[in-house]
């Protein structure tokens, strides 16, 4: 990671992604980028915004952007592409002009147009970037949800992170109660390949949303790796609608991936 990449839209909401930005940016020395896209509105009031919004961040360098365009995962995708390993930095309860929230439009089509991770930052994420806490990694068992897993890894192995898988259950799921360990076996593998070790915990519940926040909650987790599963006429696998329920509950950032353009197996 060599440049975060910040959407702001010009609310308070939005601008809570920035304290998770500039310990990110002092942490790792990346570079900040802070991003509008803005319809109508004169070019120099957003600069003017920005500017000041870059004060906010420590790491000397910030720089910003104003597009004209009523698609603006369209223009921080296309921001993104052209910095060096970018990572999208992004608040999932910012409101724009039209007063939708973001995790219902601006991050939900950022994800859909992307393969990369972004980290979304939910509105009782706490004001720091990850650190030493462990970093949980949902999964759900299946070929797909284990897409996350080479993202998780080097997650893990850049910002120093302990992995902690947990395995997503029904509480109907007879094999998970007594084959859990099989079940994860690939992780658990992929993992150890890589020379990592990793606690793992099956949880039995349905549906799973507040859950994983809460388990993310008691084990002072720092960070969320977790994918989703964003194609339309399929059924959604567990982690499809657990992601941004997660997001939006949880106390950390949330490191989420859209599943469907990696290329690790299919279901």
Excluded at 55 to 66: A, K, L
Excluded at 82 to 107: F, K, M, N, W, Y
Excluded at 138 to 167: C, E, F, K, M, Y
Aim: aromatic share 2%; with cysteine.
């Amino acid at each position: 990671m060599k440049t975060l990449v910040v959407p702001l839209d010009g609310s308070p909401e939005a601008e809570t992604a920035l304290p998770i930005a500039d310990a990110l940016s002092t942490r790792f020395g990346a570079d900040v980028v802070l991003v509008s896209a803005i319809g109508d509105e004169p070019v120099a009031a957003r600069l003017a915004y920005l500017q000041q919004m870059s004060g906010r961040i420590r790491r000397p360098g910030t720089r910003v952007e104003v597009r004209h365009t009523r698609q603006p995962e369209a223009a921080i995708v296309e921001i993104a592409s052209s910095e060096p390993d970018a990572l999208v930095c992004l608040s999932t309860h910012g409101r724009g002009a039209v007063g939708q929230t973001l995790i219902g439009s601006t991050a939900d089509a950022v994800l859909r147009a992307t393969v990369r991770p972004v980290l979304l930052v939910g509105p009782r994420c706490e004001p720091a970037g990850p650190d030493a806490g462990p970093m949980l990694v949902p999964l759900d068992g299946s070929t797909l949800a284990n897409r996350i897993i080479p993202t998780a890894i080097a997650v893990a192995q850049t910002w120093g992170l302990q992995p902690a898988l947990l395995h997503l259950a029904h509480p109907q799921d007879a094999e998970s109660a007594t084959h859990a360990d099989e079940i994860l076996r690939p992780a658990l593998d992929l993992f150890a390949q890589a020379g990592l070790t990793v606690t793992h915990e099956v949880l039995f519940e349905y549906p799973p949303t507040d859950y994983v926040a809460d388990h993310a909650r008691e084990i002072g987790a720092s960070l969320i790796v977790m994918g989703t599963h964003l194609r339309t006429g399929v059924r959604r696998l567990i982690l499809g609608s657990v992601a941004m329920a997660t997001v939006h509950h949880a106390p950390c950032p949330v490191l989420v991936q859209n599943l469907d353009g990696t290329a690790m197996g299919t279901d």
